[in-house]
């Protein structure tokens, strides 16, 4: 990609339905200071493949920073306060990623947007994230802000039932999806990352999701 073009996605968005959209390259300007973060937040909450309730480790590595993080076990999906790994708190969302989750939900039209909770999911090569629906939060009103870092990813996109058609939605590093109103309960997820080294990031995907829980 020249840079000409580079410059101009930065500043376009695609949208993905009424409500859904990516802001391409919107968080750039701040990727030093989220992946600063993310270390300071894993060496206090490492990153682990929970197990579903169906007993499957998951691909994606996970961990969480906020008032709430998000947990599976054999009991159930849920959120709660503390890691169940350690049973210290989740640290506090920094203000880095309150700023960043702002302004991207301002952008996409959802104004004055406070999330509470962070999932920070971490993808090697080759890792899938299977078609699920967002259904564990509270707050279905808020949007989802998701910030994608590191190697490229298809992104897919659905409808309200599992079996709907999806779309393939190509995220790069830098790009963050807003997700709300009526279309937050759409089925999505993320296929096998190709294998790779992103120059700043390594062999990996990162991605932040933001979620308004209570
Ligand atoms: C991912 N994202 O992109 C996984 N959920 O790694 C999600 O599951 C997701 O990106 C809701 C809204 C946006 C997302
Ligand atoms: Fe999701």
């Not at 937050?184 to 190709?194: C, I, N, Q, T, Y």
Request: proline share 7%; aromatic share 8%.
């Amino acid at each position: 990609m020249n840079d000409l073009f580079a410059a101009q996605q930065r500043e376009t968005c695609t949208q993905l339905a009424a409500q859904a959209c990516v802001l391409h390259g919107f968080a750039l300007p701040v990727v030093g200071a989220l992946l600063a973060d993310i270390r300071t937040i894993q060496a206090s909450a490492p990153f682990r493949h929970l197990v579903t309730p169906g007993g499957h480790v998951m691909q994606v590595a996970m961990t969480n920073c906020g008032t709430y993080g998000w947990c599976s076990d054999r009991r159930g999906y849920r959120y709660d306060r503390v890691d169940p790994q350690t049973g210290n708190p989740w640290l506090p969302l920094p203000p880095t990623f309150l700023q960043l989750a702002a302004d991207a939900a301002r952008e996409a039209g959802f104004e004055d947007y406070v999330p509470d909770a962070c999932l920070i999911n971490r993808y090697a090569p080759g890792t899938r994230l299977s078609l699920h629906q967002d259904r564990d939060e509270h707050d279905r009103s808020s949007p989802i802000v998701s910030v994608s870092l590191g190697l490229p990813a298809t992104f897919l996109f659905g409808g309200f039932e599992r079996g709907d058609k999806t779309v393939r939605v190509p995220l790069q590093h830098g790009d963050v999806v807003v997700w709300g109103g009526g279309d937050r309960m759409r089925f999505h997820g993320v296929l096998p990352v190709k294998p790779g080294r992103h120059d700043v990031v390594g062999e990996q995907r990162l991605n932040l999701t933001f979620r308004k829980v209570r």
